[in-house]
């Protein structure tokens, strides 16, 4: 179940200020005050103090990085899919500071906030994130992946996700996937086929996360018929244009830009291997009363002067044979 960044808080901070908060409200209110600093309990375990550290904003990008293992990918954060954070940080401020551990060099590793770390520097903001000196590995996973939590994550991430499942042994099958991530198998087929599609394809479109089943399985199929050459023109295609393919849409609004790169992408595939006519051919069975066309799998019978008998044997012989 999805949940707020601020529940999100409050169940990641137990502690703050010494003022040893017991119940979520406290810790939330711990976290919007920005205390200096709060101890954290990392997945149920050691205590852990985090000071809250303020990243002027030219130094956001140079200073700070995501951790490796977040699930979420990285190069689809701009300005439609972060426009939920970007509306209030540019209004009121960063609401709630990040989570993150301090590198031997200096810099942060950002465990908790990626989305919100993007929108200061999209927005030219400081960046707050309550630091760490001591998370190990596996803390760090586990403070990364609740995070992600409160923003439920695309189909190609989820698609990441589980594929990683079935490679590491830990799910044998998309039957086993759907359960384990308590989703549909026509859901987990769906992911799975975002996450074979190549990163620039997605790129093109202005938030990633917009994108439903329909349109995924619609692209795979399209991709998937192109042979190994023009799929490599069309990804080239994506990148030698000016910016993504969204940028250069005229459209406004992210449903209409999304519309928009479809249609773009889909009219770059059929310039690159044009669909095939199907074939159609008429056939006289009996002249002047029965004729049949056939185009490509598609099988059309034209008959007259037909009596109602003969219509009814006509008409159960074929429902026999089409059942």
């Known amino acids: 179940m999805a949940i707020k960044t601020s529940?999100?808080?409050a169940k990641l901070f137990g502690k703050a200020n010494k003022r040893?908060?017991?119940t979520p409200q406290e810790a939330q209110t711990a976290?919007?005050?920005?205390?200096q600093v709060i101890e954290l309990s990392v997945a149920g375990e050691e205590l852990v103090s985090f000071e809250l550290v303020r990243v002027p904003a030219n130094e956001v990008e140079t200073n700070t990085f995501v951790f490796q293992e977040n699930a979420r990918e990285q190069s689809f954060l701009n300005e439609h899919a972060l426009s939920d954070v970007l509306a209030t940080l540019r209004d009121k401020g960063q609401q709630y500071p990040a989570v993150g551990r301090r590198?031997?060099?200096g810099t942060i590793e950002v465990l908790d906030g990626s989305r919100r770390r993007m929108?200061?520097?999209l927005a030219q903001k400081e960046f707050l994130i309550y630091v760490a000196e001591n998370i190990n590995s596996e803390h760090a996973k586990f403070l990364s992946d609740v995070a992600n939590a409160h923003k439920p994550l695309s189909l190609y991430e989820k698609g990441k996700e589980m594929l990683a499942k079935l490679e590491n042994g830990e799910a044998e099958d998309q039957k086993a996937l759907a359960k384990m991530f308590q989703c549909s198998e026509a859901l987990v087929s769906g992911a799975l086929k975002a996450a074979d599609l190549p990163l620039e394809l997605l790129q093109a479109y202005p938030n990633v996360s917009d994108l439903g089943r329909p349109t995924i399985v619609r692209l795979h199929k399209q991709f998937s018929e192109l042979d190994k050459d023009n799929?490599?023109?069309?990804?080239?295609?994506?990148?030698?244009?000016?910016?993504y393919v969204w940028q250069t849409s005229q459209a406004q609004g992210v449903a209409r830009i999304t519309k928009d790169v479809s249609e773009t992408l889909e009219?770059?595939?059929h310039e690159l291997s044009p669909p095939k006519r199907a074939k159609v051919t008429k056939i006289d069975l009996v002249k002047g009363r029965a004729s049949y066309t056939r185009k490509g799998p598609n099988l059309a019978i034209n008959l007259k002067k037909v009596d109602d008998q003969t219509m009814e044997?006509?008409?159960e012989f074929l429902k026999q044979k089409m059942q």
């Open 103 to 105: 590198q031997a060099d």
């Open 267 to 269: 009219n770059w595939i």
């Open 7 to 9: 529940e999100l808080n």
């Open 231 to 243: 799929q490599t023109k069309l990804i080239d295609r994506c990148q030698q244009s000016e910016g």
């Open 31 to 35: 976290a919007k005050e920005q205390a």
């Open 313 to 315: 044997q006509i008409l």
């Open 119 to 121: 929108s200061c520097i």
């Open 20 to 22: 040893r908060a017991t």
